[in-house]
């Protein structure tokens, strides 16, 4: 050093600290430095005051630019941080924070200092300032700066331990580090993720984290984890418990050897994850999902989603707390629902609000303990285990602790319902066991007498759960609480507790004990292994930095003990992998060990050199064994000595067999079977295999070897084995017994990636025919397992192997995942099959992503670009187009630039080449792609149509790759972007459409509900058009519950668009709930100023306000107001109102919704004085409104209709609420309101029914005796001016409601409606079955109530009644029969008949009298009132009512006397006469149908076509002058006729194929007329023509309907229509008739299997040539595009006729010109349904299809060749076989046989089966004498299943048939593409539950055939028009208008069985010139 220096220095040290310190020499700089830390070294006192001098300067010293200097202001501060205490802290944040900033990215020493001082600042409890350092610093963008942030981090916690370094604070900054972009930083968080692992256990780290990791990472972890044990012990203290060392010390000297305080306080801490979570918010989501609304919901399904989603939320591990209390009050009604499915939901909810909340649900627990403990009474398994599950946990979470419940418990435990008793203490119990003493002690006092007086208890599971509390009282606290009570109790019981007592104690003790020990060893063993390690660095946790510490506790025998009582995870998690290779052992060493297990003379003969000898001791040895008891212990050794002798190289085939045998039973009976013994085995085994006579049993051997250890590891070793041995017999043998082996095990526990190499590289390369066979075989058996992605693994075969591949492929096609025939006895981990379980093996292509590839996807040169992308293509295609997800996120990185690529090629290639790697990735893609798709869906942006196209392609690839839901988010914001063109938004409707047609069932599709209702108003119109058809296909898949819950997110004109699509399309009901919610909202929210007086008032509207006494003067607003009229109804629209109500049956009160919307409406239409007094919250001036409107009513009636429904809401809100003066005045309101409506002849529509009548009905049981008399009287008057039979559902509906009095209140008018309307409503009696049952009851004058009734009805019908009183118990019927007995007396005195007489009379009258008298008393028709339509004239001119001269007959008085006079009368007599005409033709068929001989339907059977032609012509007569203003009674009387025709099959086969068409015609036509609805009674009508048409399609003659409804779909000529129109109309109503007639043809379709005996297929096929040769190739075409509906219909009908009878089809076109040139149209369509069937697989083509097919050969060649029958004939047989294999089609096969048989009788059909199986040949020839036996007795095969299923070997082509080529061409159409799906499901709808739906219609259908046929047949959906006139919502067709069906006691014989193969016989007789015998 210089002078100079040393002079500076000398001088600087004159100055101050801080002035050296900051001297602009580092050298001084660097001495003071020096000299501080000197001086801090001499300070001894932590009070020093020099410390306090020096604190502040550390911030700018560390901070120091020099580097040495750095280093050296580091030691002074460390030495500063060792002198000071606590008090230091002050500094903390200032110079952490200088540190962090300088001192991390300096030299080694400088960051190793730093870390030093901060573990110091730790040391000093500034523990918060450090972490807040360390977020800071781990966030700085350097790296280097970033891993000694890091480690320190780690140090900390390593050296304190996680009681001072909070786990939580370190939890949250670890995830952003694991994605940091250098590795050293993530492999320290790798580290520090690991010591946490250590402090806080593995299982809360992996839960809060894992799911925030990449895969790889998580699997590395998972790797690491094997070697980090728990049980860490902190090495380091803070500065305030090193002071209590010494004092520590001192005591521990005292005390001795005994366990210290310190060692306790040093034992691992037990770290609570519910304290390292942070709480999740789940009010605001819970609201948002709707649950309010849903656990409100009247169906159980929708109560139970909206509980699911909370307990879905409530899941979470730690829930913020809130205000739970509403949802607590509801979780508690719902606990007592009456569906247990709900109630199990709410009682799971509960146990996850319990454990989330923990202390912060006490309240809701204690409030919520008494209902669950009363649940307990449940019996089922799946209420009670959630239930105990749910009490459990929230004892444990410390919601309720043992002396809340004392009250509780004492209420459960005197339950009157045993199982509540015991259950309760079984509980009881469980709390105390996991009490703490102190808690015990506390509550013991309460308790103890409580389960003493249990003992007592008479059920036995009581007292036994009594017993269990006691000991586990005595358990925990000694027995001194139980001396007292001990000594009350008899000898027996208190023998019996103190043994329990004493059993639990001690056993525990010794447990507890044992545990202690053992910790306490562990965690020393554990503490000296960590601490001869020293970390300072978090990577050095990895593997490879530092031993592990397992390798510690194994070299002691006591390490297992160790680690097996730190951690609870047992030895099977840190298991060793067993050692598959075996040792060497000496046949002496084998000797030894065997010991007395196996005699020694068996061992001595086993090495004789005479075989007899060595088969003897074989046998002897298997006998041994078998009688061995404990065989595990010996597996080894044996195996080892049948391997040494007799050993492997026995010759003798006896021997051998022997010891396979030996070896098969010891691996198939030891509980373990070593993998060294398969070792041992395997080779000798497969050997035999090769050997044919050893073969079965060495595969019988190698199974069972599989069964033991795994098929994955016998394979891995046979691969080796065979593919090393010189015998090609080994290799090949051994292949077959592996394709027996993945038959028997699946693949998913193979290697298969192995396994197809194996195939490839050996079995296939093998130079022996029989081992590539083999291979072959394999390849196909993995095949069925894993599907077609196995050919992208031998793409590189040669092509005649790949050939042979294919045709194995078809034999064994992809099945899809199967359950194994043989499982696997052990557990082996499937990790090692590599991804059996998905199909075929992933590769990790992540060492092909290389740094320069994704360097290429950056470059400025296109070209490079190009390379990169197609290099990504290159790797997909190595990768066999199977990858796995592992480091692919920077690649998605690239890709995602490339979509942004100003070279739009490039884009568009980029586009195919995500969809590749989505395609090969699979259902990972979803997460790897860390949302790429989002920038895909932009590409749809784009103007150009090609690269729209390239975006839908790779959408389509995506799609196959994971499901359309994942995609819906992504999708849903392109659709929402702005940027995005309208062709985009186009082409992506388009494609949603096209997806979501192919699913039937998509909840997710309502997500788009909103983006597609938005682009319905979009400018464009090619949007809007998208739009739509994708809405119709969301409203087709999604649930109508969700469509309800989520219309009303839409607003604005979208919904009025939505809900005008939802309207024709879907079934009313279910979306006029959500038309309700959002009617109000589609119409405008905004109110509507209230409206003022024009000046244009009536007179008579006008009311004046009359000053009371004592009341100011009227204000000018005030006269104003009253001078203006009480309703204003010029703007009410009440259809629309009407149209959003939801029609319902059972009442809802009212949402507040509804209440607002109710309130909108009366501010809208009533007066403002009057609505504010009506809707004011004082029920006064409620009573005043309701005055203002009695005065006015008379005058105001017309506006009062106007605005009836809004004022009967309002009524039913007044009903809600509980003032009785409001409600009384309301009830004397309402009788003159509907006094008034009946003067005004005005009846409720329906919709205002529905508002009404629900709540009425459902508060009639009031609990003032008033009221319910006036309700009572008020719905009888209702009853009287609506309608019996639409008033009668609600009445029924009562029957169910919870209120009894309500019950009993439904229960008596049920009562009055049979005693004054008798059987009038339809339907009335089959629910007196309710009535009936409710004589069960608790409730005594609710039994009184259904026996009056029930006595009632007793009067009416007599002793039938007992028909329709359902299933009743014994007693029930007792009481029953006691009433009747009572009524029949009461009906003596008062000289009322005898019960049933009058019904009686009734029938006979009309017997005798025919259907007037019934029509008279109201049976025949039944008018139900409704409002009056106005009626408009269509210009119908009077001459269409001319009549021709009827004869002198008709004016006879009494109407006509015979059948032919009668057709006379209705031929040429005016509407209204012909109705008695009518008449008398319905009694005689009425009478015919009922005559059991049938000897008049048989005479009426001649007149049959007249009358239905002549009723035909009457029907547009009659309607034609109804629809004048005429009654429509002549109307129903034509239909009625018609319907009683048709309702006799050989009636309705008897008309004739012209006059079923013009009567089709005719009906179709009326259903169609929009004036129809008008008419009186016009939904009736509509309905009564809908049934009539089902009716006419079920019994006419099948070939009939099918060709006038083939003739119908072309055009009808416009004179045909009952009203003139413009072209467009015509247009319009022909598309809307070939839409009928397509759904009638529809349905004869769908029954074409079972009724294709019945048709004519000659006939149908010449219909159908016709119809196709009159459109022509061209229109054909041109109607394909157009997506044409009839076309499609006649495509579908011939698809099924060629799906139904195959090739033999061909057989029925004898009227078909086949001849003809060009070719008729229909042989191509025929061709192609074959071609297209048997390319499905659905049938077998008989011969080559084609054009040549089609000619005889006869036509050209008079003299055939002999064999051409042969041929022709073989191919049927071929056919017929076919379809007698098949289950499905097996009746007609049979069938088909035998006419054969019968044409052919020379034919031997049983020398074609000679190579058929026995059960084959029995099964045909027991098939022909059953159907022989049919036919005899006059059946058709469709009325007759098979007693047997044919059996499985049918599938098989008899051999000396020729086979049946396949077709290898691509089918041209889909066979099901013409189905009109919609239309045909309807079929099996459920049967309808209320009237006013179309569900209520079929149900009614039913009714009636009940009625008629006594059996109860599913009706088809109603042919009804897509007409917004042609409303569905009415009541059904009266059962009179129906008519009687006649039950047909005998099938009737169709002639269409012995036409069944006409075609095919007529040719045949062609070719008998030929000889049929050697065939």
């Known amino acids: 050093m210089s002078a100079e220096d040393e002079k500076l220095l000398k001088e600087a040290k004159k100055l101050p600290w801080e002035d050296r310190l900051g001297h602009k020499n580092w050298k001084v700089r660097n001495e003071a430095n020096v000299d501080l830390a000197s001086l801090f070294d001499s300070i001894t006192d932590p009070k020093d005051p020099r410390l306090r001098d020096f604190g502040h300067l550390f911030r700018k010293t560390v901070a120091d630019s020099n580097a040495p200097v750095q280093e050296k202001a580091l030691d002074a501060l460390i030495a500063f941080l060792r002198a000071a205490d606590s008090d230091a802290g002050r500094y903390a944040k200032e110079v952490c924070d200088a540190i962090a900033a300088k001192c991390l990215t300096g030299r080694k020493n400088t960051v190793d200092k730093a870390q030093a001082a901060f573990l110091l600042w730790v040391e000093l409890e500034a523990v918060d300032v450090f972490l807040d350092t360390m977020e800071k610093a781990i966030k700085n963008k350097v790296a280097k700066a970033v891993v000694p942030a890091v480690d320190v981090m780690f140090q900390a916690l390593s050296e304190f331990g996680s009681k001072v370094i909070p786990p939580k604070r370190i939890l949250k900054m670890l995830p952003e580090l694991f994605d940091h972009q250098d590795q050293n930083v993530r492999a320290s968080a790798k580290g520090v993720t690991l010591e946490l692992c250590r402090w806080i256990g593995k299982d809360p780290v992996k839960s809060i984290l894992f799911e925030k990791m990449r895969d790889t990472m998580k699997k590395e972890l998972e790797a690491e984890l094997t070697n980090v044990s728990g049980g860490a012990k902190p090495t380091r203290k803070i500065r305030s418990e090193q002071d209590k060392e010494p004092e520590a010390e001192a005591s521990s000297d005292v005390v001795g050897d005994g366990p210290s305080e310190e060692a306790v306080a040093d034992a691992p801490q037990e770290i609570d994850e519910y304290d390292l979570m942070d709480p999740v918010d789940i009010l605001t989501p819970l609201e948002k999902s709707g649950f309010w609304d849903g656990v409100k919901a009247t169906k159980w399904s929708e109560r139970k989603e909206a509980v699911a989603e909370l307990t879905k939320l409530a899941s979470t591990k730690k829930i913020a707390p809130g205000d739970f209390s509403e949802i607590c009050r509801t979780l508690k009604k719902l606990i007592t629902d009456v569906n247990l499915a709900v109630a199990v939901e709410a009682i799971q909810a509960i146990g996850n609000l319990a454990c989330g909340l923990r202390t912060h649900f006490s309240a809701s627990s204690r409030f919520m303990l008494p209902v669950l403990l009363e649940k307990l009474k449940e019996k089922k398994p799946s209420v009670t285990e959630p239930l105990t599950q749910t009490l459990q946990t929230m ?71 009594a017993f269990s509390a006691l000991a586990a009282i005595a358990k925990s606290v000694g027995m001194r609480p139980l001396e007292r009570s001990l000594e009350k109790l008899d000898d027996v019981r208190k023998k019996k507790l103190s043994e329990m007592i004493a059993g639990s104690g001690g056993g525990d003790q010794a447990g507890t004990s044992s545990v202690t020990v053992q910790s306490s060893v562990g965690s020393t063993a554990t503490g000296n292994s960590e601490a001869s390690f020293v970390r300072k660095s978090a990577a050095s946790m990895l593997s490879g930095k530092r031993p592990a510490p397992s390798a510690v506790g194994t070299g002691k025998p006591g390490g297992g003990k160790k680690d097996g009582s730190v951690r609870n995870e047992g030895p099977k998690s840190v298991e060793p992998p067993e050692d598959v290779e075996p040792a060497e052992m000496g046949l002496e060493e084998i000797e030894n060990r065997l010991g007395s297990l196996v005699k020694p003379e068996t061992i001595s003969q086993l090495k004789s050199s005479v075989w007899k000898e060595r088969l003897e001791a074989t046998l002897a040895l298997k006998e041994e064994i078998e009688g061995l008891q404990e065989l595990d212990k010996s597996v080894e050794i044996l195996v080892r000595l049948l391997c040494a002798v007799p050993g492997w190289n026995e010759k003798n085939v006896q021997v051998q067999q022997q010891v396979i045998e030996i070896i098969t039973y010891i691996s198939s009976t030891a509980a373990k079977f070593p993998k060294k013994c398969v070792v041992l085995c395997i080779t000798g085994t497969s050997e035999r295999v090769a050997d044919i006579k050893t073969r079965a049993s060495a595969m019988k051997c190698l199974t069972a070897f599989c069964e033991a250890v795994g098929p994955g590891f016998v394979f891995e070793r046979l691969f080796k084995i065979m593919k090393e041995h010189k015998n090609p017999k080994v290799l090949s043998e051994g292949l077959l017994w592996m394709v027996s082996a993945v038959d028997d095990f699946g693949v998913s526990l193979l290697k298969l990636k192995d396994l197809i190499d194996f195939c490839k590289d050996v079995g296939l390369q093998s130079s022996t025919a029989a081992t590539r066979n083999a291979t072959i075989k394999l390849l196909g058996a993995l095949h069925k397992f894993v599907g077609p992605d196995i050919k992208g693994f031998l793409n590189d075969v040669k092509p005649a192997l790949l050939s042979a591949l294919d045709t194995e492929y078809e034999k064994n096609p992809f099945e899809g995942t199967a359950a194994p025939k043989r499982v696997v006895k052990t557990s082996v981990s499937t990790s090692t099959s590599s991804g059996g379980l998905d199909s075929l093996p992933r590769e990790d292509i992540s060492s092909k992503i290389t740094p320069n590839l994704l360097k290429g996807f950056e470059s400025p040169d296109w070209k490079m670009r190009l390379e990169s992308i197609e290099a990504v293509n290159k790797i997909l295609e190595e990768a066999n187009k199977r990858i796995q997800p592992t480091g692919t996120g920077e690649l998605f990185g690239g890709l995602r630039g490339r979509l942004l690529d100003s070279n739009k090629n490039l884009v568009m290639q980029t586009l195919t080449t995500i969809g590749g790697v989505a395609a090969a990735m699979g259902p990972a893609v979803e997460k790897a792609s860390k949302g790429i798709l989002s920038d895909v869906l932009k590409c749809l942006g784009d103007n150009k149509k090609h690269m729209r196209e390239c975006t839908l392609a790779a959408l389509d690839l995506w799609l196959g790759a994971v499901h359309l839901d994942k995609m819906i988010p992504y999708i849903i914001l392109a659709l929402t972007d702005g940027k995005m063109g309208a062709e985009g938004r186009k082409d992506l409707f388009d494609w949603l459409t096209k997806q979501l047609t192919g699913l039937s069932d998509f909840v997710d599709a309502i997500h788009l509900l909103k983006p597609a209702s938005t682009a319905m108003t979009d400018k464009s119109a090619d949007v809007r058009k998208a739009a739509e058809g994708c809405i119709s296909e969301i409203l087709r898949v999604s649930g109508q519950e969700t469509i309800e819950k989520n219309l009303k997110d839409i607003h604005g004109p979208a919904l009025a668009l939505v809900l005008e699509k939802v309207r024709p399309g879907f079934v009313q009901e279910p979306f006029e709930s959500s038309k309700a919610m959002a009617g109000p909202v589609s119409k405008g929210v905004s109110k509507i100023s209230k409206s003022t007086s024009n000046g244009t008032l009536k007179q008579g509207n006008r009311s004046r306000a009359v000053p009371t006494k004592g009341s100011q003067i009227t204000s000018v607003h005030d006269i104003a107001i009253q001078s203006q009229a009480l309703l204003n109804t010029k703007d009410s629209n009440k259809e629309d109102r009407e149209r959003v109500v939801v029609r319902r049956i059972k009442f809802e009160e009212l949402r507040p919704e509804q209440i607002l919307d109710l309130e909108n409406d009366m501010m809208k239409f009533f007066r403002e004085d009057l609505q504010k007094r009506l809707l004011s919250p004082d029920f006064k001036k409620q009573v005043d409104g ?54 005004e002849e005005y009846c409720m529509t329906e919709a205002e029914a529905a508002i009404f009548l629900p709540c009425l009905a459902e508060k009639l049981g009031h609990n003032i005796e008033k009221v319910r008399e006036k309700m009572r009287e008020l719905m009888k008057q209702l009853i009287q001016a609506y309608s019996v ?115 009686a009379a009734l029938r006979r009258s009309v017997r005798d009298n025919g259907p007037e008298v019934a029509e008279q008393s109201g049976d025949l028709s039944q008018i139900v009132p409704g409002p009056l339509f106005p009626r408009q004239n269509y210009g119908i001119s009077e001459q269409i009512l001319e009549r021709n001269p009827v004869p002198r007959t008709i004016a006879g008085v009494n109407g006509p006397t015979d059948w032919n006079e009668a057709l006379d009368i209705i031929m040429f007599g005016s509407p209204e006469q012909s109705v008695e005409g009518m008449k008398v033709v319905c009694h005689e068929l009425a009478q015919a149908s009922n005559d059991p001989e049938e000897s008049a339907i048989d005479e009426l059977v001649k007149d049959a076509d007249g009358l239905v032609s002549c009723l035909a012509n009457k029907v547009a007569k009659t309607f034609d002058v109804s629809l004048m203003g005429a009654s429509s009674r002549s109307c129903k009387y034509v239909l009625n006729t018609l319907m009683q025709t048709f309702q006799n099959k050989k009636l309705a086969h008897a008309v004739k194929e012209g006059t079923l068409e013009s009567l089709i015609t005719e009906l179709l036509l009326w259903l169609l007329d929009e004036r129809v609805p008008r008419m009186e009674d016009g939904s009736q009508l509509l309905k009564a023509l809908n049934v009539l048409m089902l009716k006419i399609l079920d019994n006419a003659d099948r070939t009939s309907s099918f060709v006038v409804l083939i003739s119908l779909l072309r055009p009808l000529d416009p004179s045909r229509w009952p009203s003139p129109a413009t072209a467009e109309v015509y247009a319009v109503r022909n598309q809307k008739f070939s839409d009928l007639v397509v759904k009638c043809l529809i349905k004869l379709t769908k029954l074409l299997q079972s009724t294709i005996y019945e048709v004519d297929l000659d006939r149908l096929l010449q219909s159908i040539h016709v119809y196709l040769q009159e459109l022509g190739m061209e229109e054909i075409r041109r ?229 008629s046929s006594g059996t109860l047949e599913p009706v088809s959906k109603p042919l009804m028009p897509t007409n917004d006139n042609l409303s569905m919502n009415q009541q059904s067709v009266p059962q009179s208008q129906m008519g009687q069906e006649t039950p047909h006691t005998h099938p009737v014989v169709l002639p269409m069985d012995e036409k069944a193969l006409s075609g095919l016989q007529a040719r045949m007789e062609r070719l008998k010139g030929g000889s049929l015998e050697h065939m």
């Open 1186 to 1239: 309701l005055e203002i409107l009695q005065k006015a009513l008379p005058s105001v009636s017309k506006e009062i209709i106007e605005v009836l429904d809004i004022l009967l809401r309002w009524f039913v809100l007044q009903f809600c609420k509980s003032n009785t003066t409001c409600l009384l005045k309301v009830l004397e309101f309402l009788p003159e309101l509907f006094n008034t409506l009946r003067d």
């Open 1285 to 1399: 039979a639409k008033t009668y559902p609600y009445i029924l509906e009562g029957l169910r409601s919870k209120n009894n009095r309500t019950r009993i209140e439904c229960t008596d008018l049920i009562g009055y409606l049979l005693e004054t309307c008798g059987t009038e409503i339809g339907g009335l009696l089959k629910y007196l079955n309710m009535v009936a049952s409710l004589t069960a009851e608790r409730d005594g004058e609710l039994r009184k109530a259904a026996l009056n009734t029930m006595a009632t009805g007793y009067k009416i019908l007599g002793d039938d009644i007992w028909k329709y009183v359902g299933k009743l118990t014994d007693a029930q019927k007792s009481m029953i029969d006691d009433r009747f007995k009572w009524k029949v007396k009461e009906m003596e005195k008062r000289r009322e008949g005898k019960p049933g007489e009058a019904r």
């Open 395 to 465: 004892y444990k979470a410390g919601c309720l602790n043992l002396v809340d419940v004392i009250e509780d418990v004492k209420t459960a435990v005197k339950n009157k319902v045993p199982l509540v008793r015991s259950s309760t203490l079984t509980w009881l119990t469980f709390c105390l066991e996991t009490s703490n003493k102190a808690l015990i002690l506390k509550a013991h006092k309460e308790y103890v007498p409580l389960c003493m007086e249990c003992l007592n208890d008479g059920t036995p599971d009581v007292r036994d759960a």
């Open 1679 to 1907: 109607r394909a595009g157009a997506d044409d509906k009839p076309l499609r219909m006649v495509k579908t009908v011939l698809h099924e006729l060629v799906k139904l009878r195959g090739a033999a089809i061909k057989g029925h076109l004898s009227l078909v010109p086949i001849d003809m040139r060009p070719q008729p149209i229909i042989l191509a369509y025929i061709d192609l349904n074959l071609e297209t069937l048997a390319a499905a697989r659905m049938l077998t083509a008989t011969g080559p299809v084609g054009q040549t097919h089609w000619t005889d050969s006869t036509a050209n060649n008079p003299s055939p060749p002999a064999n051409s029958a042969d041929v022709q004939l073989k191919q049927e047989l071929g056919a017929i076989f076919k379809k007698i294999g098949d289950k499905q089609t097996s009746k007609i096969g049979l069938y088909d046989l035998y006419h054969i048989t019968k044409s052919y009788p020379k034919v031997d059909i049983f020398s074609q089966l000679q190579n058929a199986s026995e059960a084959f040949r029995t099964y045909i020839r027991d098939g022909l004498a059953q159907v022989e036996k049919n036919a005899a007795a006059g059946r058709t095969p469709s009325s007759l299943p098979l007693s047997t299923p044919p059996p499985s070997s049918l599938a098989l082509p008899s051999p000396d048939i020729p086979s049946l080529s396949s077709l290898d061409a691509k089918p041209l159409m889909n066979p099901r593409s013409d189905l009109y799906t919609d239309d045909i499901r309807a079929s099996n709808m459920n049967p309808g539950v209320m009237t006013g739906t179309l569900d209520a219609i079929r149900e009614r259908m039913k009714n009636m055939q009940l009625a």
